[in-house]
């Protein structure tokens, strides 16, 4: 089998991770565990990763990242969230904390790449430049999430499990003698927040007070904080009617929750910034695309185009179900990403 050279990956001790590693010993990679520790209590994931490169026979080692994580991703979701935002931070993370921490690693150990345990595909799409493609596992794709990596990031990444379903990598993991990883549920946490927004936004001395919920202008009962409540939310607001209400929208000046009926909840475009190129370098306007407003969404058609103020607006082909300035909108084309941003405005 043909040496490929030394590779960091990125080792939470899970079974993705864990898997991910033996995939790329066996493609002939030169395997080394690294662990990014992001917060004061991540000791666990270390000695989670450390015993998980024991026995798969590969070099750990570990890095404080506390600091820098705090400043490029924690205080911002911080702020968004104060701000009235409904931010979305494992994006973003990827592109701005996660890659390059891991890049950073991977330089001082003599590595040529970086690898992840994401459900997706790095593919090359011409012109020397690169894309995350779906995974095969359309269940756990993650290509949203590393739709705001760039090309030098992409170039350096390999993605071993964008080929195979979460099954599989279970099945693989028994087979490696990990059967306590193989039966492991599901992380559904933000990594940050463990114990909710509420309390992260305490910790911070961010106040979420209750305040009027707004119908047609008109206060119908009482919200519990805005820091509780998504854009597109249906149950848990309190509000009975003749119809399902939804929150429309997130008042942080006047502390208000705004609801509205699911005729109203419906969003016939976003105007996105900070759009990051992926599979392309750039379109003439206008260009048809796909577009997926929130990670569980599906894609829909959408018509793309420069609105002449570097933000790239989404006119949908057909409404779809609010969401919410602060998340991301991700373009594909067939099941490439064209590129992603941060959706600032909703039509």
């Not at 520790?37 to 990763?49: E, K, L």
């Not at 490169?53 to 890095?63: D, F, N």
């Amino acid at each position: 089998m043909a040496d490929k050279g030394r590779i960091a990956l990125g080792m939470s001790g899970g079974v993705d991770s864990s898997v991910a590693a033996a995939l790329l010993r066996r493609d002939g990679w030169d395997v080394v565990g690294v662990t990014c520790v992001f917060t004061p209590d991540g000791g666990h994931a270390v000695q989670d990763a450390r015993l998980a490169c024991e026995r798969l026979g590969i070099p750990h080692a570990s890095v404080d990242c506390c600091e820098e994580f705090e400043k490029r991703v924690i205080a911002p979701f911080v702020d968004d969230y104060a701000a009235g935002l409904t931010p979305s931070p494992c994006v973003g993370c990827n592109a701005s904390a996660k890659l390059p921490f891991l890049l950073e690693a991977a330089d001082g150990m003599g590595c040529t790449h970086v690898a992840t345990g994401h459900y997706a595909n790095v593919v090359a799409v011409g012109d020397g430049r690169f894309a995350i493609e779906r995974a095969v596992d359309e269940a756990k794709d993650q290509s949203y999430m590393l739709a705001m990596l760039t090309q030098e990031q992409l170039a350096r990444l390999v993605l071993p499990l964008g080929g195979v379903s979460k099954t599989q990598v279970r099945a693989m993991a028994s087979e490696l003698g990990m059967q306590e990883l193989a039966d492991k549920p599901e992380s559904q946490d933000i990594c940050f927040a463990p114990n909710g927004y509420r309390a992260l936004l305490a910790e911070y001395g961010v106040c979420a007070p209750a305040g009027p919920i707004v119908l047609d202008s008109v206060v119908v009962g009482e919200h519990t904080g805005l820091v509780d409540y998504t854009v597109g939310q249906r149950k848990g607001i309190g509000v009975a009617g003749p119809e399902p209400y939804y929150v429309l929208a997130k008042d942080a000046a006047a502390n208000s929750l705004l609801i509205g009926t699911s005729a109203q909840a419906k969003v016939s475009g976003v105007a996105v910034s900070g759009f990051n190129m992926q599979a392309i370098a750039d379109f003439a306007n206008p260009m048809e695309a796909m577009v997926k407003l929130r990670y569980r969404s599906r894609a829909c058609p959408c018509i793309m185009e420069f609105d002449g103020k570097s933000r790239v607006i989404a006119k949908l082909i057909e409404p779809q179900q609010a969401t919410a300035p602060g998340q991301y909108a991700v373009f594909y084309r067939g099941s490439t990403v064209i590129g992603g941003g941060v959706i600032e405005e909703v039509f």
